[in-house]
């Protein structure tokens, strides 16, 4: 005799696993802003002088990464688009621009701290933007690389 648990009307195994995309989706952008904020407070921690400049490069860095999750959706859409991997890798540069000029201004104000080269990821995020336009579904994978490579080896300034 097998036990059958009671399911809510409509609900089977098959309807949870049928949104798998948008499961895929948290995972990465969970991923990816975990990254992102380890390198983040790897910077600050390490500060002695904040003013306005830093405050709003951060804020622009901080918006430029809240348009990662609903762009990171559209690829998810269309993977096989080149368009929504080219926007999204976009999107990804854009934030690591803003943050490598916060990054270097901040090695201005603070005589301490030793800027790291962030401008080599954003070639490597140009390189992921480019594969986007011959293979749509490289572009995604090549940046979950790169961030999977910047989270194991950290910014150490």
């Known amino acids: 005799m097998v036990l059958e648990l009671p399911s809510p009307k409509g609900f089977t195994m098959d309807a949870l696993f049928s949104n798998w995309r948008i499961v895929l989706v948290y995972v990465i952008t969970f991923v990816e802003i ?3 904020w380890f390198n983040h407070h790897n910077l600050f921690q390490k500060i002695d002088n904040i003013d306005r400049i830093t405050f709003w490069l951060n804020a622009l860095w901080i918006l430029s990464l809240s348009f990662l999750p609903y762009k990171l959706s559209w690829v998810v859409e269309y993977p096989y688009h080149w368009q929504p991997e080219f926007v999204f890798i976009s999107v990804y540069i854009i934030a690591s621009i803003f943050f490598t000029l916060m990054t270097n201004y901040l ?3 603070n005589p301490q701290l030793n800027t790291p080269h962030v401008k080599r990821r954003i070639s ?12 749509p579904i490289s572009g995604i994978f090549f940046l979950a690389i790169i961030v999977l490579f910047y989270s194991l080896y950290p910014l150490k300034p």
């Open 107 to 109: 090695g201005r104000i």
């Open 124 to 135: 490597t995020y140009v390189v992921s933007l480019l594969g986007t336009i011959f293979l």
């Open 34 to 36: 975990v990254a992102i």
